[in-house]
C-alpha cells in the first residue's frame, strides 16, 4: 500500500512553497508544544497548596512584547506568503498556452495546436504552461498537487495561472472546488514528459488549430457581415484589437483582453464601442469551446497587424 | 445586606444545601417552561436543542467517516455522501456551533454574572427560541424530504441553478435561523450595557461577558448580510433569474464576498464565547486574577472589528485581483496578534497561583493547546502563497475543525463541565469527567491531525471516492473519530446521571469568585437574585484560600 | 432602596428592571442596535446593486429610462409627508394630546397606503402586464415596455429589474409591517394608552418609520434617476 507523508516536488514552486510550509509547520509545533509545557509545567509547579496565597502579578513591559513579537511575526509570514504569490502571479513571457474548460464532470483541454484530451493533460518538462481557463456550467478548480498550483474555473470568466514542471513523471489532476454528485472523480492525470516527447505527442493532433475553428466559426455566425472593413461597418473592425485599448461609448476606455472580448460576445450590449449602436445580437447556442476558438481568433488578428 | 458587597477579600459562606425553591422547580407544567421568560430557562431549553442537532450532525459525520475508510466510495451513493457532508455542516454550523456557548451558557449567564434578574428583553429572548426551533424544524424537514447538497457554502451558480435538492427550503432556514442569532445579539448588548449591577464597571465584568459582547456586534452587523445574500439565492432559485449564475448575467463571485462577509465573522461568533469560557476557567482554577486582564478583553473586540474586515481570504484562488490578494492576506495576518495575546495572558495566569486540576481545568488546557495548532495553521492558510495549495484540501478542514472542535466545542464543554453544578445543583463523578476530557483530546488529535497530512499530500475535501494513496490517513481518522464519539457520549450519560443521582453541589462548588457563584444559589433562584447586588472590586479576586467543597 | 417600591410606582415598569430610566434606555438601545442590523440587511441589497450598475451602465440606462419618474416622485413627496406627520405623532404623545396623535397616525397610515397604492396600480402592475417579471414570466411586450425587448443584453435588464422588484418590494414589505403595527397603535390610543409617562411605542415605531422613509430616499434615486 502507498503510504506518502510528504507530496512530490515536481515543478518550480514547489521547492519554494514547501520551504515556507515546513518551516511554518516547525514554528507552529514548537509555538504548541512550548505553550503547552509552560501550562503544565506552571500547573504542577504551582500546584494548590493549603496556606499558600496566590500572587498577581502585572507586567506591562510583557504584554507589549508578547504583543509585538507575534505582529512581527505575523508580517513576517505575510511578506515570505506575498513573495511565492508574486511567482504564482507573475507569468513569464513565450509560455505554452493550454485551455482548459471544466464541465461537470470532467476537464477538456486544447493545446496550442489544436490537440484535444479530456482528464489528461500531457506537457513539456522544462517549459513555463500557461493554463487559461474557464467553466462550462458550476464553479471548478484545477488542482495539482505535485506542482503546487490550483485555480478557480468560473464560468463567463477567464482564470489563468502558470507552471514550469520540473520531474518527468505521472501526477494526479483533481478538481478542488465542489462542483456537484461526481466532484470526487472529476479529474485523471497530468503527464510530463521530455520536450521532444512532448512535440511527438503533439503531432497526433488534428489539422484545425483553435484560430482556424475560430474563423470557421466567425463566417458560419455570420459575424463576418458587421465586423469587416467595408464603409458601411456596423461593428468596429477587429484586427488589432486585442491587447489594445478602446473607446467605449461612455467615454470611458477598457482594454480588450479575453475577459471583455468574451463579454462582448455574449453580452453585446454591456460595454458599446464609441460610434457604434448596440446592434448585435446574443448567440445563446455558443459554448465555452466556440468562444475560445473565437478568441483565438480575434488574438490572430492582432497578431496579423503586428 | 450580607449579600451586598460581594467580590471582596472575605469569601462568603458557601450554602450546601439545595434551595427549596429554585428556577428548575418552582413551576412544573409544560407551559411554564415553553412559555417561561427566564433567562435561565430558556438556556436550558437551548441546550437540550442544540445536543439533538449536535447528535444529528454527529450521525451524518459518523456515517461519512465509516464511508471514507476505503478510497472507492462504496458504502454511499456520491449523492448520498455529498447530502451527508452538507448536512454535518448545516446542522453543525447554525444549529450548534453558532447558538452553543452564546444561546446556552451565555443566555444562562450574563444576567447572573452581571446582578441582573433577567437579560433586557426577555420576552424577545424567548421569541429567539422559537425562531431557532422553526428553522430547526424546517432543517429536520429537508431532511426528511430528501437532503440538500450544496456544501454548508451554498456556492453558487451549483446551489441556484444546478442542484436538485431542497435549496429554496435551506434558504428560508438559513434566514429564520440567522434572525434568532441577530435578536440574542441584540438582547445580550443591551442588558450588558444598561441591566449591570451598580458598581459593575466595564473593567470589573467578567471576561465572559467581554467576550459575548464582540460577538453580539458580530451577530448583529453581520448576520444580516448572510441574509438577505441567502435571500437573493433564494428569489433566483425561485424565480429563476440570474442574480449570481452567469448564464443569466450574474456574479458568482459577488455571492462569495457577500457570504464570506458574514461567514468569516461567523467563525468568530462561534469562537470568541468559547475564549470567554476560558478566561472564567483559567482565572478560577488558577485561583488567580486573570493576567493582563484588558489585553484579553481588548484582544476579543479587536478580533470582531478585524473579523469583518478578513472575508477575502476565502477566496484567493477564486480570481481576485492580486492586490485585494495581498491586502486581505495582510488584514488576516492581523488576526493572529490578538489570539496570541490571549494565550500568553492565559499561560501567564497560573503563573504564582494555586493551580487546581478540576475537570474544567483540563478542558481548558486542552483548549488552549488544540487552538494552538488551530491558530497556528490559519497562518498557513492566511499566507496567500502558501494557501494556493492548500485552499480546498483537508488542510482547510483539519484548521476548521482544530479551531471548531479543538477549540469551541472543547470550551463548551468545559463550560458546561464548570457550569453544570450551577445549572443543576449536582456534581458529575470527576475522575470519570477527567478520564473523558483526555479521551476527548486524543480523540480529537487522532482524528483530525491527518487530516492536516492528507491536506499537504492533495487530497481535496468533500470527495467522496479518493487515491488511493490518502487511504492510511483516513483510517486513522475514523479510528480517532471512534475514540472521540466515545469521549462525546459518556459525558451524556454520567452528566444525566447526576441530575439523579449526583451530589449536591453547594452554591459553589468549585470555589468560584463572581456574583453567580458567591451570590445566587444552585441551582439559582427563579429571580436570580433577591436583592440587587453590589459590586466593589474586580472580577476574579481570587487569593488562593478558596477551596473545592468535597 | 427596595425595588418594589419602585415598581408600585409605574405599572408600565417591567419587573426586571431597576427604574424606569434604565427600562427607557434599554429599549433605545435595543431600538437603535435593532435599525443598525436593518442598514446591514439593506445594505446587502445596495452591495448587489453597486456591483452591477458598474458591469451593466447600458442596462441600467436603459431600465431607468422606462421607469416614471413623475409616479415615483410623487411617492416620495407622499412618504416624506408621512415622515412629518409620524413626527407630529410623537410631539402630540409627549405632550399628552390624544386626539391628535390619533389624527397624525391616521394621516401617516393614510400617506403610507397611498403610497403602497400608487406603487401597485401604476408601477407594478403595467409591469407584470407587459412582462416586465424576471425570470421564466420575461418578455416585454405592449406601449410602455416593449422597446425595452429591443434592447440587446436582456439578462442584464432582468438584473436591474430584479434588484428593482426586490429593493422595492422589501422596503414595500418593511411599510406593510408598519401598517400593522400603525392599527395596533392606533387601537392603542383609542384605549388611552400612551401619554408623556408612555411614549416610547409612538417614538420608537416613529423611528421605524423614519428609517423606511430614508431607505426610500436612497433607492428613488438610484433606480428613476440613473443618468
Redesign the interface.
Known sequence: MNFPLIPEQASTFAPSVDLLFYALTAFVLLFTVGVTAVLIALGIKYKAEPGRKSEHVENMALELLWSAIPAVIALVIFAWGAIIYFDYRNIPENTLDINVIGKQWMWKIQHPNGKREVNELHVPVGKAVKITMTSQDVLHDFYIPAFRVKQDAIPAKYTDMWFEATKVGTYPLFCAEYCGTDHSTMGGTVTVMEQDAYQEWLEGGPPVTPAQAGETLFQQMGCVTCHDAGAASRGPVLNGVFGHEVKLRDGKTVVADEEYIRESIMSPSAKIVDGYAPLMPTFPNLDEEDILNLLAYIKSLSDEQQ | MANDVVHGTEIPPRDHTRPEVNYLNWRQTVSSWLLSQDHKRIGIMYLISISIFFVVGGLFATIFRIELLTPEGDLLQADTYNKFFTLHGVVMIFFFLIPSIPAVLGNFLIPLQIGAKDVAFPKLNLASWYIFMVGGTLGVAIILLGGLDTGWTFYTPLSTSYANTHVFLAAIVVFVTGFSSILTGLNFLVTIHKMRAPGLTWFRLPLFIWAHYATSVIQILGTPVLAITIFLAGVERLWGVGIFDPALGGDPVLFQHMFWFYSHPAVYIMILPGMGVISEIIGCFSRNRVFGYEFIAFSSVAIAIIGFLVWGHHMYVSGQAMYSNLVFSLLTMLVAVPSAIKIFNWTATLYKGNVVWATPMIYAIGFIGLFAIGGGTGLFLGAVGLDVPLHDTYFVVAHFHYVMVGGMVMAYLAGIHFYWPKMTGKMYPQTLAKLCAILVFVGFNCTFFPQFLAGWLGMPRRYHSYHEDFQVLNVMSTIGASILGLGFIIPVFYLVWSLFYGKEAGSNPWGARGLEWEVCTSPPDPHNFHETPVVTSEAYAYTGEETLSE | MS?ATVHDENPYL?????SIE?QE??CT??MW??L???V??????F??YA??RF?????WLEGSASLSVPIGGANTVFLLLSSFTMAMGVYFCQVGNSKWLFRALTATLVLGIIFVGVKWVYEYTPKFAEGIF???GWGPHGHHYGHLAD??????L??FF?LYF?MTGMHAFHMLIGFAILLVLMWMTKQNKFGPQRYMPILFFGLYWHFVDIVWVFIFPMFYLVT
Open positions: 425595588s417591567a419587573h426586571h428592571f431597576e434604565q434606555e434599554s438601545l435595543g442596535l435593532f443598525a442590523q436593518e446591514m440587511f439593506f445594505g446587502g441589497l452591495m448587489a456591483v452591477y458591469m451593466y451602465p447600458e442596462a424576471p425570470g421564466a434592447f440587446a443584453d436582456q439578462g442584464a432582468q438584473i430584479v426586490i
